[in-house]
T-cell receptor
Framework: DAGVIQSPRHEVTEMGQEVTLRCKPI?????LFWYRQTMMRGLELLIY????????DSGMPEDRFSAKMPNASFSTLKIQPSEPRDSAVYFC???????????FGPGTRLTVT | DQQVKQNSPSLSVQEGRISILNCDYT??????FLWYKKYPAEGPTFLISISSIKDKNEDGRFTVFLNKSAKHLSLHIVPSQPGDSAVYFC????????????FGKGTKLTVNP
C-alpha cells in the first residue's frame, strides 16, 4: 500500500488567498484525521471523520477552516481566507479501528505570507 | 491546558546506552497511550502502545511503562542506536466517545555514535 497521500507537500500563498489541502487515506481505513503542527501548540487534532461523516470538529480553529470527505478515498481541508498565523504543517492520518494506531501522511507545509 | 506533557524538549545519549523518554498526563480518563516517532519531513509513525489495564508493554528494544497512580509513562529504548534519533511524541486517548488523540509536544532524541 502507498500509505496516506497528501498534496501538495509545500504550499506558499499570500494572506487572504484560499488554500486547499488534500488527503487520500489508506484503502479500507474508515477513520480519517486532520492535524496541525506548530511550534507553540505542538500536534493538535482539527477534525476527524468516521465513514466519511465528521464526528468531532471541536479542534477547528474558526470558521475560516472547513473540511470535507466526499468519499472514502478523499478528503480536503480548506482555509478561506488564509492568514499568516495559519502557517504550520498539516497532517492527515487514517486508521481502521478505534484504539488502532493512526497512520500519518508526510504532511503539507503551509506558509502564508 | 496541556493534558499531555513531555517536559524534556531534548535528550542526548550514547549509542548502546538506554534512552528514557518521559510523559505525564493530567486527565484521569485517559486509558490508552501511544508513542510515535517522527523523522524530519515525514509524518509521525506509530511505535508502541499500552492500555491502562497493563503497566508494561515490550516490543523488541522498546518498552513502555505506565504508572497510573502517578499519571506517568515512559519509553525505554535499549540499546539505543543512531537510527533512533528522532522526535518522540507521547499521545493519549479516552475509552468511548471521541477517537481524539491528545499529543505531547515531543522530545527530540539524539543518539551519538
Amino acid at each position: 500500500d502507498a500509505g496516506v497521500i497528501q498534496s501538495p507537500r509545500h504550499e506558499v500563498t499570500e494572506m487572504g488567498q484560499e488554500v486547499t489541502l488534500r488527503c487520500k487515506p489508506i484503502s479500507g481505513h474508515d477513520y480519517l484525521f486532520w492535524y496541525r503542527q506548530t511550534m507553540m501548540r505542538g500536534l493538535e487534532l482539527l477534525i476527524y471523520f468516521n465513514n466519511n461523516v465528521p464526528i468531532d470538529d471541536s479542534g477547528m480553529p474558526e470558521d475560516r477552516f472547513s473540511a470535507k470527505m466526499p468519499n472514502a478515498s478523499f478528503s480536503t481541508l480548506k482555509i478561506q481566507p488564509s492568514e499568516p498565523r495559519d502557517s504550520a504543517v498539516y497532517f492527515c492520518a487514517s486508521t481502521t479501528k478505534p484504539y488502532g494506531e493512526q497512520y500519518f501522511g508526510p504532511g503539507t507545509r503551509l506558509t502564508v505570507t | 491546558d496541556q493534558q499531555v506533557k513531555q517536559n524534556s524538549p531534548s535528550l542526548s545519549v550514547q549509542e548502546g546506552r538506554i534512552s528514557i523518554l518521559n510523559c505525564d498526563y493530567t486527565n484521569s480518563m485517559f486509558d490508552y497511550f501511544l508513542w510515535y516517532k517522527k523523522y524530519p519531513a515525514e509524518g509521525p509513525t506509530f511505535l508502541i502502545s499500552i492500555s491502562s489495564i497493563k503497566d508494561k508493554n515490550e516490543d523488541g528494544r522498546f518498552t513502555v511503562f505506565l504508572n497510573k497512580s502517578a499519571k506517568h509513562l515512559s519509553l525505554h529504548i535499549v540499546p539505543s542506536q543512531p537510527g533512533d534519533s528522532a522526535v518522540y511524541f507521547c499521545a493519549a486517548k479516552t475509552q468511548g466517545g471521541s477517537e481524539k488523540l491528545v499529543f505531547g509536544k515531543g522530545t527530540k532524541l539524539t543518539v551519538n555514535p
